[in-house]
């Protein structure tokens, strides 16, 4: 059986390339010196989307030549996956692309040459970052870790209490995510204020300002607790010393295939075990669609990698702010929700299977063609239409993904208000008009029920509006619509969770109309569907 290990890929190469299995093609300790003296490249958030990805993009890089350093990467919320994810491994991942006609395609990447838990009780580790945010050569600081990574406050406002502890006891004496990112921006500046750019990859919209919202807080708390030097928060708010640029990324990298791994076991490849840590699950391969789109803003002042070599897209912030609009707010995540809710109600497990499923691949194309396509702002690097084509016809049909209408649910009262707010702004007077927006609202409301089109009870996923939203319906009865009277205004009203007050724009009462038909009984879901997707 063939291993993740380097000595492996040298010693066994013939084997798996036998097996299928494509190796880098540079020289590891030339990388791994060169990355050590001068490091360019730090990635926080090790997960699926970074190794599928980002990771793969360098390795082309270095494959060809056009970069001599590799890729750290740093954990700031499970220190397991460095230690039993990335290291175990020597920092190699196996990156198996599912293709829509059956097809795996495998690479080994080997771009990440080092790994380091971002927490200052990990002593050497702790060290080693240091170093690197000191080091006058660091270019990059790029993130994948949700959005929900940057927020330093409660939902009240408050500061979460391990932030209000950093903010008061400065740099030297971090322990939150945020306020480690912090310390270490903050040994760059007293090494000599270097510049260098902060990079979030993370799948939200103007994702470059949730981390500079996070910086910038710290900065101007320790200053004003005289923690840290004036200097500081100068630093940090001088765009040729610290840049924060807008990303748009789009990959879809589910969790790990039992199909996949299967075929790794059935071609020789030993390392097919999930890893199970006390916050997640991996496995040292990784499985993704073929699809992938990265469009940033091109605002790096102490340089870059080349990625535009390896298909990255470097443009203008309004660019990126059309291109990240015409993804989240029309072209493929308002349909992720539309699929997700409906497909958790109608008992669906995989999205490719929803997509068979007439009235749902209908809701969405209307939805999609209908009403999103003729508000869209085309960024002009991207075409929309045909954007939303690959979509439908090819990326949501792809069998080979075990992606979920449960996992694309998850925290879904963060995303309606980006994902349907915008559209409906557009709109504006006419917003009253829509027919399939507002449906899919409504199913959301219906999906808050926790009672399928069966009338039996499911578990919704993960979100963290989930018990206040829940508890507005309380005493609302599948087969009772007048136990609906009135139960949706707290929520439909609510512009925290949708941008505006639905019913100011003329659609609260629309919505309304279609969670009573919703309701009616066991098979209103589907009924109601029947109605209105033609």
């Known amino acids: 059986m063939l291993h993740l290990h380097r000595r492996s890929l040298v010693e066994d190469k013939a084997a798996w390339e036998q097996a299928g299995i494509a190796l880098y093609q540079f020289d590891t300790e030339a990388v791994e010196a060169a990355t050590k003296e001068a490091p360019q490249w730090i990635h926080f958030g090790g997960g699926n989307i970074f190794r599928a990805f980002i990771a793969a993009l360098q390795q082309r890089l270095l494959n060809e030549g056009l970069a001599q350093t590799g890729i750290i990467t740093a954990e700031t919320y499970d220190e397991e996956v460095i230690e039993h994810v990335y290291r175990p491994f020597d920092n190699l991942s196996l990156a198996v692309t599912m293709y829509a006609d059956g097809r795996f395609e495998n690479e080994v990447i080997g771009s990440v040459v080092e790994s380091v838990v971002c927490r200052p009780d990990f002593t050497e580790d702790w060290k080693r970052l240091k170093e690197i945010f000191e080091a006058p050569s660091l270019q990059v600081a790029s993130f994948t870790i949700t959005e929900k990574g940057y927020k330093l406050t409660d939902y009240a406002g408050n500061y979460f209490p ?168 029309t072209c493929l995540n308002p349909l992720h929700t539309a699929l997700a809710v409906y497909g958790c109600l109608l008992g669906y497990t995989l999205i490719a299977d929803e997509m068979k499923d007439p009235q749902l691949k209908g809701l969405i194309e209307q939805m999609g063609y209908g009403e999103g396509l003729p508000v869209v702002t085309n960024p002009g690097v991207l075409d929309p239409k045909a954007f939303i084509a690959e979509v439908l016809e090819q990326r949501l049909t792809n069998g080979n993904l075990p992606d979920t209408p449960q996992r694309i649910a998850t925290d879904t009262s963060q995303k309606v208000g980006i994902r349907f707010g915008e559209t409906i702004r557009a709109y504006g007077d006419k917003a009253k008009d829509l027919t399939y927006v507002p449906l899919v609202i409504a199913g959301w409301c219906r999906y808050l029920l926790a009672v399928d089109d069966e009338g039996k009870a499911f578990t919704p996923s993960p979100d963290p509006l989930l018990q ?22 707290p929520i439909l009203s609510n512009t925290g969770i949708f941008g505006s007050d639905l019913y100011e724009v003329g659609l609260g009462e629309k919505i309304e109309g279609y969670f009573e038909e919703l309701i009616a009984g066991p098979h209103a879901v589907r009924n109601t569907l029947v109605k209105y997707v033609k």
């Not at 260098?196 to 103007?206: G, I, T, V």
């Not at 206040?468 to 205004?489: I, P, Y």
């Open 162 to 329: 391990a932030v209000a502890e950093d903010m008061k006891k400065g740099p030297e004496h971090v322990t939150s995510s945020m306020g480690s990112i912090a310390a270490l921006a903050y040994a760059r500046y007293k090494a000599g204020a270097y510049p260098f750019a902060f990079l979030s990859l993370d799948n939200c919209s103007h994702n470059g300002d949730k981390i500079k919202e996070a910086m910038t807080a710290f900065a101007q708390q320790w200053v004003a607790n005289g923690v840290a030097e004036p200097g500081f928060a100068d630093y940090i708010n001088d765009e040729t010393k610290v840049s924060f640029p807008w990303s748009m990324i789009d990959k879809i990298t589910p969790r790990s295939s039992e199909k996949v791994q299967e075929y790794l076991k059935g071609i020789g490849f030993g390392d097919t075990e999930l890893i199970h840590t006390n916050k997640g699950s991996y496995a040292a391969f990784v499985n993704a669609e073929n699809a992938q789109y990265l469009v940033i803003e091109d605002k790096f002042p102490n340089g870059r990698p080349a990625l535009e070599k390896a298909g990255v897209i470097f443009t203008d912030r309004e660019t990126v702010d059309k291109v990240e609009r015409m993804k989240v707010c």
């Open 468 to 489: 206040n939203v829940q508890e507005a319906l309380q005493g609302v009865v599948l087969g009772d619509v007048a136990s609906a009277k009135g139960k949706l205004r």
